[in-house]
């Protein structure tokens, strides 16, 4: 059974500042997802990412896939408070079902 | 197009209740899941229905937890006895057919269930 771990399990930060959270595994992945979720909402598809070293660009979020696939990173430049949620990525092992980490839980405060 | 429509949204029993969790997929979605979600954490895969057929139910604690999908598009998930530690968040999503096992899935407001 693969295990995600996200780090930081908590973030605080003021309007305006850039942050990285990250997602690790010792498990290959053939693909890996990001999901944010809004209080009392369930979560919501930002990016999927397939192909190691992969880069993708969503305005102000920046996702990276690892070159292994055992890894990923999503830096927020800019944050504004809209972007509070909790960050959860989840991954696929070969044909398994997607399994989720226990995300991280951004505030942005104005 | 209307998103995953799930009943009710906040439920309290006391320990040893039943209680059951009722899922509309979006229209034309084969795959469906119940995930649970505790406080704090990701959600967990309780089962997985692939029209009417269980995909995977490897982590549904089966002593307790059903779950069924009778005739391929809505799902009932029941728990009977409840206990403290099934308070949770659950979850129902479906994927649309076609996108594989990275295929984005879409997620119901969630049931709210606290067991007392």
């Known amino acids: 059974t693969q295990l995600l771990e996200q780090s930081p399990q908590f973030l605080s930060i003021q309007e305006g500042e850039n942050l990285t959270v990250y997602c690790n595994s010792s498990s290959v992945f053939s693909s890996l997802q990001w999901y944010r979720q809004e209080p009392g909402e369930g979560p919501v598809l930002l990016v999927t990412?397939?192909?190691?070293?992969e880069v993708k660009k969503l305005k102000r979020l920046t996702f990276q896939f690892g070159d292994a696939r055992k890894d990923s990173s999503l830096h927020i430049t800019a944050a504004q408070p809209g972007d509070t949620g909790l960050y959860l990525c989840?991954?696929?092992?070969?044909?398994?079902?997607?399994?989720f980490g226990k995300g991280t839980m951004l505030l942005v405060s104005p | 197009e209307a998103g995953v429509a799930q009943s009710p949204r906040y439920k309290i029993i006391e320990k040893r209740q039943s209680v059951a969790f009722w899922c509309n997929p979006i229209?034309?979605?084969?795959?469906l899941y119940w995930y649970q979600q505790i406080l704090g954490q990701g959600p967990k895969l309780l089962i997985q229905?692939?029209?009417?057929?269980?995909?995977?139910d490897s982590q549904l604690p089966k002593d307790r937890f059903s779950a069924e999908r009778l005739k391929g598009v809505d799902s009932t998930l029941k728990i009977q006895p409840a206990k403290l530690e099934d308070s949770a968040v659950y979850l129902c999503?479906?994927?649309?057919?076609?996108?594989?096992?990275?295929?984005?899935?879409?997620f119901g407001e969630g049931s709210r269930l606290t067991v007392l």
């Open positions: 999503a479906s994927r649309p057919p076609g996108t594989g096992n990275t295929g984005e899935l879409f």
């Open positions: 229905f692939q029209n009417n057929g269980v995909v995977d």
């Open positions: 990412v397939v192909t190691g070293g």
């Open positions: 229209s034309g979605h084969a795959t």
């Open positions: 989840a991954g696929v092992e070969g044909y398994s079902t997607l399994t």
